[in-house]
């Protein structure tokens, strides 16, 4: 328990686990309302085509089928960023990948819903596909969006800091690779579930499974051309979500549209299959990376190049695509700093942010570079690190904001827990261990669509009865950011958190919050309801203050008591609240929360800022069998620098969960399509796309490293994404220590690693990862002069610095 | 085509119950739409993720591979039947208590296949109880908080 608080940073059960753990959490499949109808989703076959024809008529013929809809119903375009707004709710000209939806039916049965979908006439004109970024970059026609202004090249951008061309002439010594991140997937265990329900007055309500309820709103009211103010969202306590519910979905339009024209409830749950098509998942990425270092070890510069695999629409895709050059600078010094980033159109299910959202791939390289670099110049991989770690309340060459910065502490716990210094490079063949380090996000600096409100409030309600309510935004997606609210206003009103209830995540209750992504909801929500808490806690304390004729510095709020210690004075909060309601009127106070301004004023500065980043540092101790290539991890080493955590254990299982998915990330986690059979989707089941089981699951220690951020509630950052990001790296470093081969791809696979080893045995470099850089037009970057140079910020003008190489 | 509905007779929880169902339904659709438990989940309706792992005769079962029609006489336990009135079943304290259920989607369901353990095996090694969850995936936890709350309970249930 830290220092001064009653209930942060304590070991507490969570305030939603007696209802998960008895089986009474309603998520959005267990909403049952009369007369409802269910949906099913018509989805393209075909990879790539134009819509000739559509015919419901067959299916509005079935027996139970009450209504029928197809792409012209809603044909506004939408998209969750506001410059790529991409997709429709039901396909109009065209398909892009095989699973995109193209018509939707309302019947008395679910199975009825299914029946009709054979009956709807689908008549496609197939084009040619784009398979691959490669492909996407040479095959300008046809176009997957026929808007798009380059041919299949989403986005392109670049970006210098410094002087790149400088700081490799200085270095000693270049590291120079390819690697490639596998697509992977969130593989949340509910499948997404909605349900809508339309009252004649004009009221639309709907109960879904998303991550991101606020941005839902916004698009349903877009599309379905209603007021916003009539319609109203709930997310339903999410079965996992890792980013595969942040999007706005076609289900979500196509039930309310649905009940709009039946005036009946509509529900639709998605299968498992058509959960991989929602996908929004790990962009597939293929890195170029340059790392230059002095003789001893220092850094010089980095330039980092990444093409991204973006499937068939935009999504997060923009600020993925920054985000794989944005975090590169956060953990280690880095001067001169260069990056260009591509993403490509592909006919393949849209990806998005998962877990990391676009910085496990390039960190995956950095990590394996660093090791490479410690084995060229013989220095331990730990202290390569630990003689360059950014310093604390430091400002990145591009502009990003450090606050506390515990890496350093977490290099050094790991290495000593795991005993680094006497076993790394001394274990038998076939036996390896691997380090790497990363940071991530508390949460994004800058809201998805352009606005100065906060991201995130919360109003506190007292009840004369002690009962205290805190209504929130806020969207539990099993991280428990319910629990968060509870405790941080347990802490400030000095009560039980088992007493507080909590409403989240429902547009007509909840001020708001912008959703469950980026990590952003310890930081920023506990801010706001930490200041609805002490301001409630404040007016009790005014009323209290006034009844009794004290000074309101005598009086203390614990253990649901209000206490003046000199007078003996101790009242029962209710009784406390009931003399401060006699006073003020009801208690209802509120609390709201916008980041810090960004330092970055340039193009493209608006991905990357955060009020705080979190930090860690994984050692994984892993077997490599070399008659098979199984990699199989032993015990997983793992120090996250959490600022200060609200609850222990909760923190503790956002660590074991991040690197659980990282392990499968690291080593069998993929999107595979058929690359010569029209792009369908190899292993859309669970059974096919593998994960780590129960048994495949390595034991963990966890060490939290609590260095308290100004920017955070109590100092408290974030947690649930920071811990997979070493993983993959720590993998493919520690297959090097066992058995002296690079595979610099994900997954780590055994047929990547018996081709690595092959390749040594027949004397090539012992290495197995991508060969080739497709080429590519970049646009001359856009130059700006880092804070250590005398920058401001902003980018230079055009002209001023060197012309691009 | 739609298919006149079938009556099966179950214990569901100890209950008897009578259950009016098409006889395509699987005992988890059953369950969840004509009997009104929803506490069992589905992740897959295949037979791959676990999620909604019963006990049909005191054996752990996946609900979405069994019609319900082919259960008709047998003793049913879901999620809902396994605490013993308001009194938590150790497994359910011990889940709740160490953090295993974090969304909590797969914890019936693996709830449940602990259950079934600890009645064959009331000291089972860390082993026997990845082996015997081995069945059911969990994305959130990485598993440790789920073995440690199994070896809790099993420990409270042993010295009961």
Known sequence: MSEGHRIIGRNLRKIDAIDKVTGRTRYADDVVLPRMLYCKLLRSPVAHANIKRIDLSGALAQEGVVAAISGETMPTAYGILPVSEDEHALCIDKVRFIGDPVAAVAAETEHAAELALDAIELELEPLETIGSVEKAINTPEPRIHPGNRRGNIHKLVSLEFGDIEQAFAEADHVEEGLFHY????????????????????????????????????????KVLDLPAAQVRVIATPNGGGFGGKTDPFNHELAVCKLAMLTGRPVKICLTREEVFYCHRGRHATLIQARTAVKRDGTITGMHFRTLLDGGAYGS???????????????????????FDGGRLFTNKPPCGPKRGHGTPQPRFALEIQLDRIAAALRIDPADLRLQQIQPANSLTSNYLRIGSIGLAKCIKTVVEASGWRERYGKLERGRGLGLACSSYLSGAGLPIYWNEMPHSAATVKLDRGGGVTVFCGSTDVGQGSDSVLAFVVAEELGIDPYQIRVVTADTDLTPVDLGS????????????????????????????????????????????????????IELAFAEAVAIAEARHGTIVTSGSYKPPETAGKFKGAGVGPSPAYSYSAGIVEVEVDEQTGFVTPIKVWMAHDIGQAINRSAVIGQVEGSVYMGLGEALMEEMVYREKRNLVHKIPSMLEYKSLTSLEMCEVETFLIEDPDPNGPYGAKEVGQGPLLPMPPAIANAVYDAVGVRVDMVPVTPSRVMAALDAAARGKAPRHGPERMPQVSWPEPTRVTPPWAGGDGHAQRPGSGKQAS | MLVDKITVNLKINGLATELRVPPQKT??????????????????????????????????????????????????????????????????????????????????????????????????????????????????????????????????????
């Open chain 2, 27 to 160: 005992l988890l659709e059953a369950l969840r739409e004509e009997a009104g438990l929803t506490g069992t989940k589905h992740g897959c309706e295949l037979g791959e993720c676990g999620a909604c792992t019963v006990l049909i005769n005191g054996s752990p079962q996946l609900s979405c591979l069994v019609l319900a029609a082919a259960c008709d006489g047998a003793e049913v336990l879901t999620i809902e039947g396994l605490a013993n009135g308001p009194e938590l079943h150790p497994l359910q304290s011990a889940f709740a208590e160490l953090g295993a259920a974090q969304c909590g989607y797969c914890t019936p369901g693996v709830l449940l296949a602990a259950a079934a353990l600890l009645v064959r095996n009331p000291s089972p090694t860390r082993d026997e109880i990845r082996q015997a969850l081995s069945g059911n995936l969990c994305r959130c936890t990485g598993y440790l908080q789920i073995w440690n709350a199994v070896e809790r309970a099993a420990e409270q249930l042993r010295t009961r």
């Open chain 1, 517 to 568: 992504y980026s990590s952003r909801v310890t930081v920023m929500t506990g801010h706001a309801t930490r200041q609805a808490a002490a301001a409630a806690r404040e007016r009790v304390r005014s009323g209290v203050a006034e009844k009794l004729a004290v000074s309101g510095e005598q009086i203390t709020f614990a253990d649901g008591k209000v206490r003046v210690a000199e007078k003996g």
């Open chain 1, 316 to 338: 997060y895709g923009v600020a993925s695509t920054f985000y794989t050059g944005a975090l590169q600078t956060v953990t280690y010094e880095v001067p001169h700093y260069r």
């Open chain 1, 182 to 221: 596998g697509g992977n997937t969130h593989l949340a265990m509910e499948q997404h579930a909605a349900v809508a329900d339309w009252s004649p007055d004009g009221r639309l309500t709907l109960w879904s499974s998303t991550q991101t309820p606020h941005y839902v709103h916004r698009v349903l009211a």
